[in-house]
């Protein structure tokens, strides 16, 4: 159960560079800044799953266990789709060659 924390950390790294990367961003820096969300966003959901459950069978926890990777995932993935929209939109526009914007005359 502690390990979905840093396997969700580690996908959203690669997610967020591979996003970063694509629209000619610093992937190393959208990288480190994707796990550490990802690590604090998962930690966060699967201890507040965590603090409501009370086991009360073997089936119980195997269920608990599928519930608060579920949860965990889905928070990481909105907030972190939320996050890269920029990325996205920045992806799909034209690219500026910083060219300066010339004055009307």
């Known amino acids: 159960m502690n390990t979905i924390p840093w396997f969700l950390s580690l996908a959203t790294a690669v997610w967020?560079?591979?996003?970063?990367h694509r629209a000619e961003r610093s992937w190393v820096l959208w990288s480190i800044g994707g796990a550490f969300f990802a690590l604090t966003a998962a930690t966060i959901v699967t201890g507040l799953m965590h603090a409501v459950f009370i086991p009360v069978s073997h089936?119980?926890?195997v269920r608990y266990g599928?519930?608060?990777?579920?949860?965990?995932?889905v928070t990481v993935g909105v907030l972190g789709l939320g996050f890269t929209l920029k990325l996205y939109?920045?992806?799909?526009?034209?690219?500026?060659?910083?060219?300066?914007?010339?004055?009307?005359?």
């Open 16 to 20: 967020f560079g591979l996003m970063a």
């Open 59 to 61: 089936e119980a926890i």
């Open 66 to 73: 599928i519930e608060s990777a579920a949860a965990a995932a």
């Open 89 to 105: 939109l920045s992806k799909s526009a034209p690219r500026d060659e910083g060219r300066r914007p010339t004055r009307p005359a």
